[in-house]
């Protein structure tokens, strides 16, 4: 599908993407355009038969990024010979945690941000920024041990807050490539800025604004993030940074330059045994697969499901294909 029709899409999608979305989303540098993915950069993942008879059970949230990543983890275990079930569409982190840790399924992708303030009792100022990804994995990794789970390396996307808006609105701004140059254009005091409803008391969205970047916009409580934006209600957005709608050169992104976003990076989570059963080469390739996956590819890949209205099956096998990890 071309960029004229996904641009068309993009505000039709965008109520349904928003209410989709359960976690953050990523910092980019502001105006860039998503990137598909292209060239192969990964190496084919080969059957082996010593994998026969080895199960896993995948599952993932309620969303199209978990549908994707979840189908992706599964079509390349199952590429080398490894015997793999799923049970996508599980509901909130907290029923997919309860999931994995009862054994309904053996693995589901988590990203490290939830996984701390969800699970583990870190307040939401403790989750380290994306500057520090790797402590805030290793927090999360730590964490998840004490509960007989495994954190493989987490993938290189960081999906969290992202302020965004039309590309319209930030010519008409002078087209400011940091938060900061936003909040100091010429017109900036008379912005709204829309978001969720609990946007509004968490610190690492409105509040953090205010406090990190000195800037009070007016707040917009929607559900239809994207839909504010072009229906006029709101200037600015708290967007994520793996969203579908990225991918379209309709919206304009902001590079966070002082660092108020946190870390979501995403983990494989999977039970002891399951990590046991499957081996290093199983782990190998559940950290192969995630190599290629930047925020842009990301949100090339939720685009293709919410724009494209791609299944999400097949857009991994896609992803797969194009990456070399299939043929």
Do not use: H, W
């Not at 939830?114 to 805030?136: I, K, N, R, Y």
């Not at 900061?180 to 800025?193: F, N, P, Q, V, Y």
């Amino acid at each position: 599908m071309n960029r004229t029709l996904r641009t068309i899409l993009a505000v039709i999608a965008a109520a349904l993407l928003a209410l989709a979305i359960a976690a953050c989303g990523g910092d980019d540098e502001g105006g860039e355009e998503a990137a598909s993915p292209t060239e192969a950069t990964g190496a084919l993942i080969e059957e082996d038969p010593a994998n026969q008879g080895k199960s896993i059970t995948i599952g993932s949230k309620n969303f199209t990024e978990q549908f994707v990543l979840g189908n992706i983890y599964a079509q390349a275990l199952e590429a080398a010979g490894f015997d793999v079930s799923t049970e996508l569409n599980l509901g909130s982190e907290q029923v997919a945690f309860r999931a994995l840790q009862s054994g309904q399924i053996d693995a589901y992708p988590e990203y490290t941000g939830t996984a701390l303030t969800s699970f583990f009792g870190f307040d939401t100022d403790e989750v380290p920024t994306d500057a520090d990804a790797e402590e805030a994995y290793e927090l999360a990794r730590e964490e998840y041990a004490k509960e007989g789970i495994t954190a493989p390396a987490q993938a290189p996307f960081n999906n969290t807050y992202i302020l965004t808006s039309t590309a319209e609105t930030a010519e008409e701004l002078g087209n400011p490539q940091t938060t900061t140059e936003l909040t100091e254009a010429e017109g900036a005091d008379e912005l709204a800025i829309a978001g969720f409803p609990e946007c509004r008391q968490r610190t690492d969205c409105l509040l953090g604004l205010e406090d990190v970047y000195s800037y009070k916009p007016e707040f917009v409580s929607t559900e239809s993030q994207y839909e504010a934006l072009e229906g006029g209600e709101a200037d600015l957005l708290f967007g994520f940074g793996t969203d579908g709608a990225l991918s379209t050169d309709q919206y304009y992104t902001y590079e966070d330059d002082k660092e108020l976003f946190r870390s979501y990076r995403i983990t494989l989570s999977m039970r002891d045994e399951t990590a046991e059963e499957i081996g290093p080469e199983g782990i190998e390739i559940v950290e192969s697969v995630q190599e290629p996956m930047t925020e842009e590819v990301m949100r090339e890949l939720n685009a293709r499901v919410d724009l494209d209205k791609e299944k999400p099956e097949d857009v991994a096998t896609q992803y797969l294909q194009e990456e070399g990890f299939i043929e």
